[in-house]
């Protein structure tokens, strides 16, 4: 909602209370993805790397292990590792992460490991993969009834299909993109869109 520092805080508190109670790794792994997740909202990408990786090593010692809450930190840790433009960890933690997300059938971890799957792609120059994959998400999307995720969907389809050679297709995503983004009042990724 917006309220990043209030929700550091917050999570800062959660983190101290798991270590005073009687936690399982899998509470403080959550608790752990949840901080990082806030950290890489205010720009301290290597905080918020180091704390996924500490809560993926905790959900993997759990008596019995996580498969989403795994699944979404590998895929909170490939943003960290798109950040430093370190393609290939980035390409390892979101394959898994999908892996993960598939073998659970969740529509909406696979989405969003589906979205990140697709700007690593994007960024290695893979287009028709990483249309693939934007396509897909922006289909799972849809289907939970997640406009946000179709409004990102959009964008990044946008400028794929520029790369693609089809700017009049490219606009048409782009504008409703930016038309989705706005109405929900999300003005920072809409302007990505005008951006785009």
């Not at 899998?26 to 806030?38: K, Q």
């Not at 994959?133 to 946008?158: H, P, T």
Request: hydrophobic share 45%; with cysteine; charged share 25%.
């Amino acid at each position: 909602l917006g309220g990043v520092d209030a929700a550091a805080e917050t999570l800062e508190a959660a983190r101290a209370l798991c270590d005073r109670v009687d936690a399982d790794e899998n509470d403080r792994a959550a608790v752990l993805c949840h901080l990082a997740a806030a950290r890489l909202a205010l720009g301290a990408v290597a905080e918020s790397a180091s704390l996924l990786t500490l809560a993926l090593d905790l959900s993997n010692r759990a008596s019995a292990p996580n498969d989403l809450l795994r699944s979404q930190i590998l895929e909170r840790r490939a943003r960290c590792h798109r950040h430093n433009r370190d393609w290939a960890a980035a390409r390892a933690d979101v394959e898994r992460a999908l892996e993960l997300a598939e073998s659970l059938r969740d529509e909406r971890a696979i989405a969003q490991a589906c979205l990140q799957a697709s700007v690593v792609a994007e960024r290695e120059g893979q287009w028709i993969m990483s249309k693939f994959y934007a396509e897909r998400a922006r289909q799972l999307f849809v289907e939970l009834g997640d406009v946000f995720g179709v409004g990102k969907c959009l964008n990044n389809l946008g400028g794929l299909a520029f790369l693609l050679g089809k700017p009049e297709e490219a606009r048409a995503h782009l504008k409703q993109s930016f038309s989705i983004l706005l109405d929900l009042g999300r003005d920072v990724e809409a302007a990505y869109a005008v951006s785009s």
